[in-house]
């Protein structure tokens, strides 16, 4: 495979605190560069929906990173305009993206699996004795345990642990390996701010 020197950051914003969603935008450094050689960063920003006041949150974003040296001091050179800003869609395969655009589709479909499988298991966390109980133990169940079996909500929670672990794993299966083309990642610490962490810490 003939090596490539696209390079992503990412930029992980909280989640819109009403809807719980957020939107993705790869803002490109230089336009005029060849596709192979251009740089950028992935903005996962909190917001219901793509609009023309998330995308100017996304850019602030970006330009206030960069003026705290918290990006390439190379990036931007000509500025960010509104034709650097794409938005793009997890779960979008379209063949004209580049290999780097296709990764950080891959890799907001991935976290976002990630999240749901993660998610689906603290659900599910509450279940632990009855089905350790029925599948290993082989034993009765006690009174409390029977009232959690026969509930309903019992059965959506196992059947939707288990649908979250195969997408996941399905997902991690069928992905193109562009993801690693991310060289460095920008998440938030454990503060809120944004640190600036290797790929190769993230294990």
């Known amino acids: 495979m003939t090596a ?6 990412i930029i992980w914003g ?3 605190r009403l809807s719980g969603r957020t939107v993705h935008y790869l803002i490109i450094d230089n336009l005029e560069a ?4 251009r740089e950028g960063v992935l903005v996962l920003l909190g917001a219901k929906k793509d609009s023309s006041r998330a995308r100017q949150q996304a850019i602030e974003l970006v330009r206030t990173l960069w003026e705290e040296e918290r990006l390439p001091e190379e990036r931007f050179a000509n500025g960010i305009t509104e034709e650097s800003i794409v938005s793009i869609s997890q779960k979008t395969e379209n063949p004209k993206l580049t290999p780097v655009e296709q990764g950080a589709v891959e890799l907001c479909e991935l976290l976002a699996l990630q999240v749901s499988y993660q998610q689906a298991c603290v659900d599910a966390a509450p279940l632990v ?15 409390e ?5 026969k509930d309903k909500k019992t059965a959506k929670i196992l ?7 195969a997408d996941l794993s399905r997902f991690r299966e069928a992905m193109s390996g562009n993801a690693k083309l991310i060289l ?9 701010d944004v640190a600036v962490k290797k790929s190769d810490s993230l294990g």
Not at 4 to 9: F, S
Not at 145 to 149: F, K, R, S, W
């Open 4 to 9: 490539v020197r696209y390079q992503i950051d």
């Open 14 to 16: 909280e989640r819109d």
């Open 34 to 37: 060849p596709e192979i050689e």
């Open 129 to 143: 004795p009855v089905v350790r109980a029925v599948v290993e133990e082989e034993r009765a169940l006690s009174a």
């Open 145 to 149: 345990e029977l009232e959690i079996a």
């Open 159 to 165: 059947q939707k642990v288990a649908a979250a672990s």
């Open 184 to 192: 460095e990642v920008i998440q938030p610490d454990s503060s809120g």
